[in-house]
């Protein structure tokens, strides 16, 4: 018989005491065109798994020291065991045992005497679930990454920020540390448009939210696209000094790139306003105002002359 492309590339890991199964198994399986590799116990079962991370698991629930119904327990707490299944063979028929095989995680039983048609499709079908089941998890995950991403600068969009920004505020609540907001602007970017044209400005963006990137790069600090040509920098564990550090960096950065302007009337080159907000998360406190005070500070920063960054509403000038 052909094998599949699917059993070619599959490896089965079988785990049984008697050599004489592991043996016929062995030749079915590979008559079949699976790869396959042995354990004799269940304790050499888990070194074997951890190692190769097989893509299936053909596991004698009857064996000394460490039987099928415990090592089948101790794979499920691996991290890689996730998508793999386990088939259990057995010779116990009764219903305490097919339900403990179910309780202890694995997909499905076949017991002996062994029916080789059905073992053939029991594995078949177990791969091609599991696989399926990857497949779709990592589609989940992209389409995930794609409704939190800002396609054009690809940091965060305003989806992404608002779900971050609102964990983390919890989380600084919790811990009670300080969180820090920071809005910038582009400056005159209206008149950057108008006399450049929309894919300069994309391409704009682009550079400018790289640098802001460059410059914010903790793990948990996030970029994020907060609409139009405006930014947002959610740092967490970051105290007014920290958040003053890095909104002076920001409109540093920016200017740094000097791309030309020739419509500003603060600058010859493209320059960048900024607001920013710190405040320890109390439990009677409202997100959506820390959101609001740092506005306020970029509006201030805006009206002070541009090309610079104001901290939250007491409209501290810090150039």
Known sequence: MKATSQ?????????????????????FLEREGYKIVEAQNGIEALTVFNQLHPDIVLLDAIMPDMDGFECCTQLQILDCSKHIPVLMITGLEDEESVDRAFEVGAIDYITKPIHWP?????????????QLQQKLEAVNLELLRLVTIDGLTEVANRRGFEEYFSQEWQ????????????????????????TYGHRVGDRCLLKIAQAIKDIVKRPGDLVARYGGEEFAIVLPHT?????????????????????????????????????????????????EEMIAAADRALYQAKTAGRDRFVQNTLATQMQ
């Open 7 to 27: 059993q070619t590339q599959s490896l089965a890991l079988i785990v049984d005491d008697e050599p004489f199964i592991r043996m016929i198994l062995r030749n």
């Open 118 to 130: 059905v073992l053939r499709q029991r594995v078949k079908r177990l791969i091609q679930q599991s």
């Open 239 to 287: 105290d007014t000094q920290g958040a003053t550090y890095i909104a002076e960096k920001i409109c540093d950065v920016v200017r740094t790139l000097a791309i030309p302007h020739g419509n500003s009337q603060v600058s010859p080159y493209v320059t960048l306003s900024a607001g920013f907000t710190t405040e320890i998360p109390q439990p009677n406190s409202d997100l």
């Open 171 to 194: 989380r600084m609540k919790r811990e009670q540390r300080p969180l820090s907001l920071i809005l910038c602007d582009v400056d005159y970017f209206k008149s950057y448009n108008d």
